[in-house]
């Protein structure tokens, strides 16, 4: 992914909800299915690493990453933001070149 890639991807986050929460069960199997589908369906999603997550937002992002075969875009504070490109056929967002 490149810087402009990126930064356009930073933008559109930019104006999104966190849409999961991670707390003090850390990484569960459940959450990261449900991540992976929402990374289907949407392309670019939020998570929010709530205040009694023992661990650190910039690790579980890797994690996360990792499990779901997703790119991180930005690490926040205890925002990350991650984005998975979509099959050819649902494609939603369109990177610049």
Partial sequence: MTTKQRAYLKSL????EPIFQVGK???TPGLTQAISEALEAR????????KNCADDPRELA???SERT???IVQV????????REGKDD??????PQ
């Fill in 76 to 83: 926040i504070g205890k925002k990350i933001v991650l984005y």
């Fill in 90 to 95: 649902k494609k939603k967002i369109v990177l």
């Fill in 69 to 71: 075969r997703s790119q």
């Fill in 43 to 50: 392309e670019l999603i939020k998570i929010s690493v709530l």
């Fill in 25 to 27: 069960s850390s990484m």
């Fill in 13 to 16: 986050a930019m104006t999104m």
């Fill in 62 to 64: 890797e994690i996360i």
